[in-house]
């Protein structure tokens, strides 16, 4: 997992020592990382869940597991009701929402939680790049990318007051304030 930014990276932490069992808990880590946005922090938790390559059904139970931990350690960062908190959660959650004859989905908990919104849903269909063939046979592709951001970033108080802080700094840098 890595994130890149033309943003100071002011903290970063990996969840990967946490195990289930014998084996890590997370396939791919989740990546909890602070950039600072003016002088604002924004969380990122980053996620890569299990992968559907064994099939769907057979993978479901370890991406459950992996977004109620992530759901959880959003709530330990942020408390009960993270939503007004500055956060997202993004990544490639290998899932998608429908249920179908592999059952349902394991990734439902934390894209329809009242804390986030899914900010991918707001893109027209031809900017969502990532997709997977769930079965090459049927020719069944849908698409998987999730970018959750805490309620509060689309109400825009924490993002408004960031452009504008990010605007007065370079006017000051530009001599004309």
């Given amino acids: 997992m890595a994130v890149l930014s033309g943003h100071p990276i002011v903290h970063a932490r990996s969840y990967g020592f946490l195990r289930h069992g014998n084996s890590p808990l997370f396939s791919r880590d989740c990546l909890e990382v602070d950039v600072l946005i003016g002088s604002k922090p924004l ?8 992968s559907m390559m064994a ?3 057979k993978t479901r139970p370890r991406r459950a597991i992996q977004v109620r931990k992530t759901k959880q350690i959003v709530r330990d960062r942020f408390g009960k009701n993270p939503g007004s908190k500055p956060w997202v959660v993004l990544g490639d959650f290998n899932d998608y929402l429908e249920t179908d004859s592999e059952g349902t989905s394991a990734i439902r908990p934390i894209v329809n939680w009242d804390q986030v919104e899914n900010i991918v849903k707001r893109l027209p269909k031809p900017e969502l790049t990532h997709s997977a063939c769930v079965s090459q046979q049927a020719g069944l592709c849908r698409s998987l990318p999730c970018l959750l951001a805490f309620v509060g970033l689309l109400r825009g108080v924490w993002f408004g007051a960031c452009a504008l802080e990010s605007h007065c700094e370079r006017e000051r840098a530009q001599g004309r304030r």
């Fill in 43 to 50: 969380t990122l938790f980053v996620q890569h869940y299990k």
């Fill in 55 to 57: 099939g769907r059904k």
